[in-house]
């Protein structure tokens, strides 16, 4: 039996990422340390709490991290402050969590001798790309106080990597989508909107350019790199499904049968990255390649927040 920390766990990919855990070692004790911001909620965990350790806590909070961590082999930070347009009415907060936060987790680990240390990161540290696609070795070029942030929290990772032999990797995906996401995100934004035949808000013209992973597809390249991945690695996790967003919610639409004429776009958000784009030769060499094709991801997605209802009402 080993045991697993697994922080930010009541969140989007954190709590998708403990059912995949559940399901795929069930060997493996988790124990999840979530602050519950208004992300993170213990609805998201409800089926599978009397499975899990459950410790409502800061990850910079030293004295709870202390508490917790020994005893953990391996720990999986996915915790963050994640949405973009609150790192611009308040990017205090993104630094406190983004950079702070994984501190004081490296920290702990290096005085537990944990033995696996993975930093969930995001595509969004390189900045924007007219054409070509960011390998590991890009510069980074992070446009917002979040991209930012977490650029600042996984360098501070890698170099526990170099400096202490801490056995660190760090995971950069693409924009993730499916069930549990946060109704601020754009997918479930669009969704919501449709069903009540409200304007759907589509920044500038619609343009932007995202690669969409699904968050299942995801979890399977987070557990793969835990096995594979080595010290001071870093993995792009791309999907080549690169959708403007202007199509992704015309897709929706189709497939809620409602009309285009709800589409109104809205003015720009400041430093607003056009396109992202990622190499993932890396992880396609260890063996994982994205198994779910864009459309049905996203039509299934659609399809879970319309039978959830009552999982997004009280929050949207
Ligand atoms: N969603 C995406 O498309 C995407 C893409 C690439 C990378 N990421 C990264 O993946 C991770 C998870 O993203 P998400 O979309 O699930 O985010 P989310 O906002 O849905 O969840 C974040 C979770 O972290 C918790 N949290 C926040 N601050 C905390 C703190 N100080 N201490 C303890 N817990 C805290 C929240 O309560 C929440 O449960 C983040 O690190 C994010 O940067 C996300």
Known sequence: MTRCLITGGAGFIGCNFVR??????????????????YAGRLENLEEVMHKITFVKGDICDREVVHKIMPGCETVINFAAESHV???????????????????TLLEEARRCDVERFLQISTDEVYGSTVSGSF???????????????????????????????????????SNNYGPFQYPEKLIPVLVIKALRNQPLPIYGKGTNVRDWLHVEDNCKAIDLVLSKGKAGDIVNVGSGNEVPNIDVAKLILRHMKKPESLIKFVEDRPGHDFRYSLNWDRIRKMG?????????????????????????????
């Not at 070029?141 to 526990?160: F, I, N, Q, T, V």
């Open 20 to 37: 995949h855990m559940l399901k795929h070692k069930p060997e493996t004790e988790i124990v999840v340390l979530d602050k519950l911001t």
């Open 135 to 173: 390998s590991e070795a890009s510069i980074l070029d992070p446009s917002s106080p979040y991209s930012a942030s977490k650029a600042g929290g996984e360098l501070l990772a890698r170099s526990y990597a170099k400096t202490y032999g801490l056995n660190v990797t760090v995971t950069r995906s």
């Open 288 to 316: 994982w390649k994205p198994k779910v094709k864009f459309e049905d991801g996203l039509n299934s997605t659609v399809d879970w927040y319309l039978a959830n209802e009552t999982w997004w009402k009280p929050i949207a």
């Open 85 to 103: 347009d609150r790192s611009i009415t308040s990017p205090e907060d993104f630094v406190r969590t983004d950079v702070l936060g994984v501190f």
